[in-house]
């Protein structure tokens, strides 16, 4: 089975990682973190230099690695830029996933505010069944 995991550092999103462990030798683990641009946002570091959102999400994505190998479970990493739920979509559908998995908050209210729940897009649009973890 192919499990994409979106990944954002949250404590929902680590929680999601320990469902790895349930699927046995059959999981294919997927895991991504995307670097949001946002085009309506003011002038800030996180908004206007493209290398900041990249080192986070290059963390984020270590860090999950790292949580998953200590069960067990090799994943590969995917990072994306753009908008999170689209990009997760989009991921979820390129590389064939069976199911995706979200945390059901990510990090940032702001972020909420800004882009909209990025799980409740995912939940509404993906086109693989999508488990959220509270």
């Given at each position: 089975?192919?499990?994409?995991?979106?990944?954002?550092?949250?404590?929902?999103?680590?929680?999601?990682?320990?469902?790895?462990?349930?699927?046995?030798?059959?999981?294919?683990?997927?895991?991504?973190?995307?670097?949001?641009?946002?085009?309506?946002?003011?002038?800030?570091?996180?908004?206007?230099?493209?290398?900041?959102?990249?080192?986070?999400?290059?963390?984020?994505?270590?860090?999950?690695?790292r949580l998953l190998a200590?069960e067990g479970v090799e994943?590969?990493?995917?990072?994306?830029?753009?908008?999170?739920?689209?990009?997760?979509?989009?991921?979820?559908?390129?590389?064939?996933?069976?199911?995706?998995?979200?945390?059901?908050?990510?990090?940032?209210?702001?972020?909420?505010?800004?882009?909209?729940?990025?799980?409740?897009?995912?939940?509404?649009?993906?086109s693989c069944d999508v488990?959220?973890?509270?």
């Amino acid at each position: 089975m192919r499990v994409l995991f979106a990944y954002d550092g949250s404590p929902f999103a680590k929680r999601a990682l320990r469902y790895a462990t349930r699927f046995g030798d059959d999981l294919e683990a997927l895991v991504i973190s995307v670097s949001p641009v946002l085009i309506e946002a003011p002038a800030t570091e996180q908004s206007t230099d493209p290398e900041h959102g990249r080192r986070e999400a290059l963390e984020q994505l270590a860090e999950a690695r790292r949580l998953l190998a200590e069960e067990g479970v090799e994943a590969e990493a995917l990072h994306a830029f753009g908008n999170p739920a689209a990009e997760i979509i989009a991921a979820a559908e390129r590389r064939g996933a069976d199911l995706g998995i979200v945390g059901h908050r990510g990090r940032s209210a702001i972020a909420r505010f800004v882009e909209g729940s990025v799980t409740d897009r995912v939940v509404r649009h993906a086109s693989c069944d999508v488990l959220v973890v509270r």
